[in-house]
């Protein structure tokens, strides 16, 4: 098994696209690319020869060369070992290359990046954390294409930071301060490489690169304005110093996974946004009798709590002042007591206008989210949606729009004008699984008498139900499940499924039949306990707007060595075992479920992975007991439902990353022939104080395969082509 040769992308300029397509001009832009390092081994490494053919451009595979084939029942690639080596490792046959990473300028007045923590103007630069990301076709004339195989938009999340203490030390000349009041020009650089980026990227063969100039390119962060859609917008719990009315506020913050939209638009999940926040110790005498202590409690702000990042120190300006949430001033129009309610939503953006106002879609809760799955829609019949709570102990939801879906829509001459036709109105519901296969659906509303009635939370509107979506689900008894993050939808049976990455927390005392493994792992001489590797669950719907589903579990995460009966119940092999499914996404070409991980409990024999999948479908397994020691010594016995086990010719790994990352954000051009796949914080278990000393980085990756300048680690995106042109994953 020999890792991949990640070559250095390039950034194609208006002149090579205007020219495409002319096989002379080809031919010199093959011996550019050999010039600028792009078709040899990057440090050191195997070179063109290990690409299996890929060292020149001449004669390499068309998208029209090989016919797509039919959903794929087996996989047809070699399956990668596990690895601790500080690459992409990916399978024989294929090639792959780095085209954007954190600091790649986006504009042709930004300069290039030198990565030694001097650079600046990170609004016009790719932001850090690679996360969710969703391709959206161009055509020769630039125009919106559903067809577009090699060119198009690259929309995308870009999450959270590298950190050890308080700042993100990889941007900062000399790691950062590590104690408060933070200086302003390092927070003025965290605002900047949090939020989104759209990027235009364009294919020559296997050959990809991102375009610095196109007009296409755009960057939201923390600071860019966005305005309140849906059931809370106007909202009392919204109004800010800001926006008096509560139909504005600014940026997007954590974003994680992503989705598209029927009617095509992006749409990306605020996760961990709460931790940005801060509100001093006095914060709960000061509200009095506000309800708000009691969400703001649920939502993990305490008074007093330590803010992530300390941007409330930065200064008195307003940019800085907005991130201390706290009652300060006589009135909401006042301070930024309700500036934290403005965040955990979903946000829907028109990739393709780069003019557009970002939406924040507040009909589907306010949580934790992660990504946003899409039923098929349906003409005459709502458009549904799926969506989970990345927290411990939260809730997996689905909304259902008022609007029935007109296949017209799918092209429509406003894009976000369709979003607020199907997204602005609807129906929340959270999941409620019971221990025989089945499950419910529970309304979040004032429709429902429990919420109306709650003794627990006090809700007046459909608005307040929308910001304090975590309490109406705790007031129905949904179920809380282990950390639901990604969800997808098999294109082949349209089931959902959701990946439940881990929990630490969960006790043998409250295992449950969609939660039912609690056990200890040893890493070295570390012990971890709950559900340490996680598990995939899904659910069939009666039908998607319905309230009624059957579930089980399809996967669960485990080392290969370990207890078949009470860990390893999916008997996972060395081809395929893995822990912490994060990410996951079904190719609409193959449906290949693609499978991603963000772990620590398996760090120590593996770096983060991606797996590819044919699953089955709901109920296509049987019942298994789970047994339970107690602390008393007693016994306990939870009996789930499994899917059917996979095989090593079913689900087998394709890629390892370079060390300390996470493996996230998936797409692909709709021939199936190339996939982008995000490499997110590599290095991340570096020190604040070696920030200096490159040799004690924990990874150096890009740079250790010639992707830019310095030694210091940086997320990226990659892009993966097969060396005989064919279906990735076939």
């Known amino acids: 098994m020999s890792h991949d040769n990640i070559r250095p992308s390039t950034q194609f300029n208006d002149e090579d696209s205007n020219r495409s397509g002319n096989p002379a001009f080809d031919e010199v832009l093959a011996t550019r690319l050999s010039r600028r390092g792009l078709l040899r081994g990057g440090m050191g490494m195997a070179g063109a020869a290990a690409l299996g053919g890929a060292a020149t451009l001449a004669g390499c595979a068309t998208a029209s060369q090989a016919p797509l084939p039919a959903a794929v029942n087996t996989l047809g690639f070699t399956p990668v070992a596990k690895s601790l080596a500080d690459v992409v490792m990916i399978p024989?046959?294929?090639?792959?290359?780095?085209?954007?990473?954190?600091?790649?300028?986006?504009?042709?007045?930004?300069?290039?990046?030198?990565?030694?923590?001097?650079?600046?103007?990170?609004?016009?630069?790719?932001?850090?954390?690679?996360?969710?990301m969703e391709w959206f076709g161009l055509d020769a004339q630039g125009k919106p294409s559903d067809s577009a195989t090699a060119r198009g938009l690259l929309a995308m999340n870009h999450e959270a930071t590298t950190d050890e203490k308080l700042g993100s030390f990889f941007i900062h000349p000399t790691g950062g301060?590590?104690?408060?009041?933070?200086?302003?020009?390092?927070?003025?650089?965290?605002?900047?490489?949090?939020?989104?980026?759209?990027?235009?990227?364009?294919?020559?063969?296997?050959?990809?690169?991102?375009?610095?100039?196109?007009?296409?390119?755009?960057?939201?962060?923390?600071?860019?304005?966005?305005?309140?859609?849906?059931?809370?917008?106007g909202s009392e719990h919204l109004v800010t110093k800001y926006s008096a009315d509560a139909t504005k506020c600014r940026g997007t913050l954590n974003n994680c996974g992503t989705?598209?939209?029927?009617?095509?638009?992006?749409?990306?999940?605020?996760?961990?946004?709460?931790?940005?926040?801060?509100?001093?110790?006095?914060?709960?005498?000061a509200r009095k009798k506000d309800k708000q202590v009691q969400a703001l409690n649920r939502y993990g702000r305490k008074a007093g709590a330590a803010s992530r990042h300390g941007w409330e120190t930065g200064g008195t300006a307003d940019m800085y002042a907005r991130w201390n949430n706290g009652a300060t001033a006589a009135s909401a129009r006042d301070d930024y007591r309700n500036e934290m309610n403005t965040f955990g939503y979903v946000v829907e953006l028109d990739p393709y206008d780069a003019r557009s106002v970002l939406r924040k879609r507040t009909g589907l809760g306010r949580f934790a989210h992660e990504s946003v799955s899409f039923a098929k829609p349906a003409a005459g019949?709502?458009?549904?949606?799926?969506?989970?709570?990345?927290?411990?102990?939260?809730?997996?939801?689905?909304?259902?729009?008022?609007?029935?879906?007109?296949?017209?829509?799918?092209?429509?001459?406003?894009?976000?004008?369709?979003?607020?036709?199907?997204?602005?109105?609807?129906?929340?519901y959270a999941a409620r699984f019971k221990g025989d296969g089945n499950g419910e659906w529970l309304e979040l509303s004032l429709n429902n008498p429990v919420i109306a009635g709650s003794?627990?939370?006090?809700?007046?509107?459909?608005?307040?139900?929308?910001?304090?979506?975590?309490?109406a689900a705790d007031a129905v008894g949904a179920t809380r499940m282990d950390r639901p993050e990604w969800g997808g939808i098999n294109p082949r049976t349209g089931e959902i499924y959701m990946t439940l990455t881990n929990n630490s927390a969960r006790t043998s005392s409250a295992a449950d039949a969609v939660n039912p493994r609690v056990y200890t792992d040893m890493k070295g001489s570390k012990e971890q306990k709950g559900n340490v590797h996680g598990h995939i669950v899904r659910l069939a719907d009666a039908s998607p707007a319905g309230s009624s589903f059957k579930w089980d579990i399809y996967l669960f995460g485990a080392e290969a060595d370990a207890d078949k009966s009470s860990i390893n119940l999916s008997s996972l092999t060395d081809e395929n075992d893995m822990s912490a499914p994060d990410g996951l996404v079904f190719s609409p070409t193959t449906g290949i479920c693609w499978i991603q991980t963000d772990d620590g409990a398996y760090t120590d024999k593996t770096n983060c992975m991606m797996l590819a999948a044919v699953p089955g479908r709901v109920g296509d397994g049987g019942p298994k007991a789970v047994m339970h020691k107690m602390a008393d010594g007693s016994s306990k016995t939870v009996e789930t439902r499994m899917?059917?086990?996979?095989?090593?010719?079913?689900?087998?790994?394709?890629?390892?990353?370079?060390?300390?990352?996470?493996?996230?954000?998936?797409c692909e051009t709709p021939d199936g022939k190339t996939i982008f796949v995000n490499i997110q914080h590599p290095g991340e278990g570096t020190r604040m104080a070696d920030v200096m000393d490159p040799s004690k980085f924990e990874s150096q990756w890009p740079t250790n395969v010639g992707y830019g300048a310095g030694k210091r680690p940086r997320s990226a995106t990659i892009v993966i082509t097969k060396n005989d042109g064919g279906v990735i994953g076939t």
């Open 92 to 132: 024989p046959g294929y090639s792959a290359q780095v085209i954007y990473a954190l600091g790649d300028p986006l504009t042709a007045a930004t300069p290039a990046y030198k990565n030694d923590g001097t650079d600046a103007d990170f609004g016009n630069r790719a932001g850090d954390h690679h996360d969710g």
């Open 177 to 233: 301060a590590s104690t408060l009041p933070r200086p302003a020009a390092e927070i003025d650089k965290e605002l900047m490489i949090h939020g989104l980026a759209v990027v235009e990227v364009e294919g020559r063969g296997k050959q990809w690169g991102y375009k610095q100039t196109s007009p296409f390119n755009r960057r939201v962060t923390t600071m860019t304005e966005a305005a309140l859609h849906g059931p809370a917008r």
């Open 259 to 285: 989705g598209k939209t029927p009617w095509g638009t992006f749409v990306s999940g605020e996760e961990n946004w709460y931790g940005y926040f801060f509100r001093d110790a006095k914060d709960d005498d």
């Open 381 to 428: 019949q709502p458009v549904v949606a799926y969506m989970g709570d990345d927290a411990r102990g939260e809730y997996m939801y689905k909304f259902v729009s008022a609007a029935k879906w007109d296949p017209a829509d799918a092209k429509p001459a406003n894009r976000l004008a369709a979003g607020d036709k199907y997204l602005d109105k609807g129906t929340l």
């Open 455 to 471: 003794s627990y939370f006090e809700f007046k509107s459909d608005a307040d139900v929308a910001i304090f979506t975590r309490l």
């Open 643 to 666: 899917g059917k086990a996979p095989t090593p010719a079913t689900l087998k790994r394709f890629l390892v990353g370079p060390k300390g990352c996470e493996i996230t954000g998936w």
